[in-house]
């Protein structure tokens, strides 16, 4: 009997969640509600986060790469998709994820969060009543009757809809709703100073309370009225909305209210569910309360306990810790010289991610790029196979495996080929791109099981570190192979793929010293190509090209198919001359060998003439010594020795082809 829970992956149903920025406050709550409600109706949940959630200050193109992760989703293999579009405000990203919605979504369903929209169910976080019920605070509370209020941007939803909230509350205490208490901000901080100068400027009455329709925005204001020398709250009170970290630690601390986001998580997965299940949705909805800080009368939390707070919170120095960790960690990735190593630090640095049970680092096949110019290079989309470099994964037993596979691919269709293995309970998984301004690396996945949980800002900064770690060793490898190109071209004849003269130089006093040292022989033979002047001269250097090339690969013919696997582990063929070539080795060479050696290169020559039929012959004259050598002896002695024997053999040519 299986345990309560346990199923066959194959049945367990997946909803996508299409977001950006998972480690902000109102979009860990969303997702907490939406894995909460997921899991109880064991449905695993994949989240296609980008790690901004607007275009990015430092580029447009990394911005552009941000948004890649939308090219990744698998839409077949979801049941559901829950999308956040106010969370995706990436330049033309909307666009493009609406457009995959349309082509791939056509027969499963799509629920919108937090924003309306035409084509498909949205749920929304009523942001009204929460506005409402916050003016209310300070008509009922305070008895304030002069109330100034600032939303967001004239044409955002959310800022008529909490500009909606504060006329019905104005509306029905009877108080009149003044244009000249209406703003528009940009739910930011960058309008308090534009703001305040056209409520206390010139010396205008303020009103009793400036309600802001966010955190960020009542910072500001805050801010400005500071500036001018106005105290808050004995001056004048400030509130926000939405009750961000910020606006706790600010100084005063913002009165405020939170956003029923895990509310409206719930919800959006219930209403998907409900759709995926073909069943009724009943809608549920959660009222906040007031936050009281100290920027109103209520004098509620203050900065000074909030400063206690964060002393008595053993956190901060685990998170230190991890800090210091964190500073290392570039020093460490960076020293990496092969994507093994580097997969292999990446497994070691998970330390520092608590609580994970998969993780996996998934690159293109080619995250290199293939050009030495570094102008070719993926840009946007995914290779069709993708490398699971390197993947730590936590069993149901609570076994502990990780593998370092830089060689095997999957296809990017599976996403996480891990995700699809048989697991007892539903999960959840968080796929990110991997990238650097414009270059696509890949995708990183991380899951915390079946915990109601998701990541913090030390995983986005994380996870940049090891964007930037990638590219350092993609740049390494890149230098590598610049170095070797160019020690092939320095060493290497470029018309013949054989060693040039300056490596004959090199490895030859390198042979001669070894054979002087341990007392061995030195091999060496020698090969002139007869008669080239007379093909350069009768038929063009094209064919006295033909000619040279023939003659450095019968002679590494020769090498590859004449000597034993020991000599040819020490012997290499060289072109030391126009028309010259040798082979020098070390070993002890019998009078068979060196006679195999030369019938190989003869037979060669005489297959290439049979085959190619030129009105000339490709010839070589060979000469061979093999000798031991000591104090004194130059590897000019040991040339001179086969020179003899290829001359007198030159000679004997030139008898018989006058």
Known sequence: MKEKGAMDITNRKKIGVIIGQCEQDSQTEALKGIFSKAFEHNMDVLVFSTFLRADSSKSKEASMSDSNIINMVNFDALDGVIYCPDYCVIS?????????LEKHCKDKPVVFMDLTSDKYPYILANDELGIKKMVEHFIIEHGFIDIAFVTGPEDNEHSQSRLKGFKEAMKEHSLDIKPNRIFYGDFWYNDGERIVESIAGRHKKLPDVIICASDSMAISVCNALKKRGYDVPRDI????????????????????????????????????????DNTEFVDFFEEKEIIAGSSC?????????????????????????????YSRMLEKLISKTTLEDFCSEFIWLLFQIKGTKMVGLCLN???QGDDYLNVDYRKFGYSDRMYLAAKRIVGDDGKV???????????????????NEPRKKPAAFFFHPIFLEDRAFGYSVLSYGDEIKTYDTFYHSWMMFIAIGIEFLRRQILLTKLYDKMAEQAYNDSMTGVYNRNAFNEYAEEVL??????????????????????????????????????????????????????QKGNARVFRIGGDEFAIIGRGDYSEKDMSDLKAMVNKFTEAFNEREKKKYKVSISLGTSCLKV????????????????????????????P
């Open 630 to 657: 000591g104090e004194g002896d130059t590897i000019q002695k040991v040339i001179s020795i086969a020179d003899e024997e290829m001359f007198a053999e030159k000679q004997r040519y030139k008898l018989m082809n």
């Open 513 to 566: 010293n070894y054979c002087r040292d341990n007392n061995e022989k030195i091999f060496v033979l020698v090969g002139d190509l007869n008669n080239l002047k007379h093909i350069n001269d009768d038929f063009g250097h094209v064919d006295g090209d033909i000619a040279i090339k023939t003659c450095a690969a019968a002679i590494s013919y020769a090498h590859d198919e004449a000597l034993s696997k020991e």
């Open 401 to 419: 495996t990780a593998n370092v596979e830089t060689y095997r691919t999957f296809d990017l269709k599976e996403m996480f080929p891990p995700m």
């Open 365 to 367: 096949e080619d995250w």
């Open 237 to 276: 009170s400030v509130a926000g909305y939405d009750a961000t970290p910020e606006g706790k630690h600010f100084d005063p601390p913002i009165t405020s209210m939170s956003r029923p986001m895990r509310n409206m998580g719930e919800r959006t997965a219930a209403k998907l569910i409900s759709m995926i």
């Open 92 to 100: 033309g990203y909307q666009q493009r994820i609406e457009e995959k």
């Open 297 to 325: 009368p209520c004098h509620g939390y203050r900065a000074s306990e909030v400063a206690r707070e964060l002393n008595d919170n053993p956190y901060v120095y685990i998170y230190g810790y991890e800090e210091e960790q």
